[in-house]
């Protein structure tokens, strides 16, 4: 499985972005999709995760009301829509994905098994 992660650039404060992860390698089948960020000298955290067949949508409840997760199962690409973006957003954003995770652990970074390059935001004041 290969993930790519694009879309990331240097956009002001209150701006949109929209990060994409093409996934290829496999059918993605019951795969939970997440993102994760890690600003510098921090530790990787949760942003947002789509529970296995997508009926289940999961944020961190500093972008709840901001940010969107999505898929496009078509393209085999799961989005994260960005908006009112603030300075405390910037970071390298990852994108992951595993078949079998638990639900209890969508946010924790282990419990994914394949992950993107990640992708640079930064959000200036």
């Known amino acids: 499985v290969q993930l790519q992660a694009s879309g990331g650039g240097l956009v002001q404060a209150g701006d949109s972005l929209r990060l994409s992860c093409a996934a290829s390698?496999?059918?993605?089948?019951?795969?939970?999709w997440g993102w994760f960020r890690q600003a510098p000298g921090k530790e990787r955290e949760f942003v947002a995760a789509i529970f296995r067949s997508g009926s289940s949508l999961h944020y961190t409840d500093s972008v709840k009301g901001r940010f969107t997760i999505s898929r496009d199962r078509a393209k085999n690409t799961v989005y994260l829509q960005m908006n009112s973006l603030k300075p405390e957003d910037t970071a390298v954003y990852y994108c992951a994905a595993s078949p079998r995770i638990i639900y209890s652990t969508i946010g924790v970074p282990s419990a994914y098994h394949d992950w993107g390059q990640g992708t640079l935001v930064t959000v200036s004041s």
């Open positions: 390698g496999r059918t993605f089948s019951g795969y939970t």
